[in-house]
Structures are given as structure tokens and as C-alpha cells.
């Protein structure tokens, strides 16, 4: 028996984009000296650089002793609350496979880095580097800089996840209710892959 497209977008995303971001963190990590080496990708805007972030999003809690108990337990709940969502779609429902798939390979990657390095390794550099709007950037709250913090493929995961979500959101609503019972449940034997 075939998995369900959810089963295939779900878990198919999670592994795909988890092994790219712990494939890319170790290339960094082989390839940079953490903040001095720097690999430009377009001048000015975009580079890959070694940065290590021992707090949540944006250095926060960095110094608080008992923040990995907190990065811990959140990424425990944050797998069962998938896992649970996961079961409750529709066996056809690839978007929100998909974007469940995105998150989950964004809370495990920064896990995996917290669990082995006690450091997450971040890599993508977005700055703006030309005037005019580079000291306009500067005097911005509340980052007061032309560099957005450096961030990861595990970050941008959970962000696309979170996009899709809305996504389906919006479509979810156009849908008409008999159309969605029908799909949830087909009245087939069939047992499913959850």
C-alpha cells in the first residue's frame, strides 16, 4: 500500500530540508572561521558567513543558564503538537503536510545543533550594502543596522512552514464544508499510514 500524500509531503519535507540544513551547517562549520571568514554570494546583499547563537531568535535569553532546558522542551512539545496535527488532516492534504513538514525540519535542525554544540550555527547573511538607504537602515529600531541577523536553513524552514500555513488558511475557508467531510472521510477501508 502507497502512503497517503500527506504522509508523503509531511515526512518527505521534513527529511529533505533537515538533511540540507545539517549538510550546510557542517560545511560551514569544515569551511569558515566562526565570525571572520565570509563567502559572497552578491556583493553588498547577500553571503554566507560562520555564526554561532547560544540564545533563541535575534540572541535572545543568550546568557540565561536554563535557557537550553526551556529550547529542549519547547522542540519536545513543538514535536508531539505536529505529530497530533499530522494525524488530523485529510489524507489528501499536501499543503499543510508540506508546511508541518517545514517546521518539524526546522525545530529538529536547531535541536540537533543545541544537543551536539550547545550552539546553533547560523550562516545566511541579508544585508543592504549600498547608499543610499544604508544609514537610513542604521537609525531603523529596532535592529539599528543594514545587516538582518544571521539565520539559517532551519530558521527559514520554520518561517516557509508558518507562510504555508496562512496559505492554507485562506484557501481552507473557500472550501465548501461537504467537499472537506468527503475527503476526511472517505468511507474507505483502507487502513492509514499514521
Not at 547577500?46 to 535572545?60: D, P, R
Amino acid at each position: 500500500m502507497s502512503p497517503h500524500p500527506k504522509t508523503i509531503a509531511f515526512l518527505g519535507t521534513a527529511a529533505l530540508f533537515l538533511f540540507l540544513d545539517q549538510l550546510s551547517k557542517f560545511i560551514v562549520r569544515a569551511g569558515l572561521q566562526p565570525y571572520k571568514d565570509e563567502w559572497v554570494i552578491v556583493p553588498n546583499l547577500l553571503s554566507i558567513a560562520h555564526a554561532k547563537n547560544t540564545g533563541a531568535a535575534f540572541s535572545a535569553m543568550d546568557d540565561w543558564e536554563y535557557r537550553y532546558y526551556v529550547f529542549f522542551t519547547l522542540t519536545g512539545v513543538a514535536v508531539v503538537v505536529l505529530w497530533q496535527g499530522y494525524k488530523q488532516l485529510r489524507i489528501d492534504d499536501r499543503l499543510q503536510g508540506a508546511a508541518m513538514g517545514f517546521i518539524l525540519s526546522g525545530a529538529l535542525g536547531n535541536f540537533i545543533d543545541r544537543l551536539l554544540f550547545r550552539a546553533v550555527t547560523d550562516m545566511i547573511k541579508v544585508q543592504w550594502g549600498w547608499e543610499p538607504g544604508k544609514a537610513w537602515l542604521r537609525d531603523l529600531p529596532p535592529l539599528h543596522s543594514h545587516v538582518w541577523p544571521i539565520f539559517n536553513i532551519a530558521d527559514s524552514c520554520i518561517f516557509i512552514g508558518l507562510g504555508l500555513f496562512a496559505i492554507s488558511f485562506i484557501f481552507e475557508k473557500d472550501r465548501p464544508a461537504e467537499e472537506a467531510e468527503a475527503v476526511k472521510a472517505p468511507g474507505s477501508s483502507t487502513p492509514s499510514l499514521e
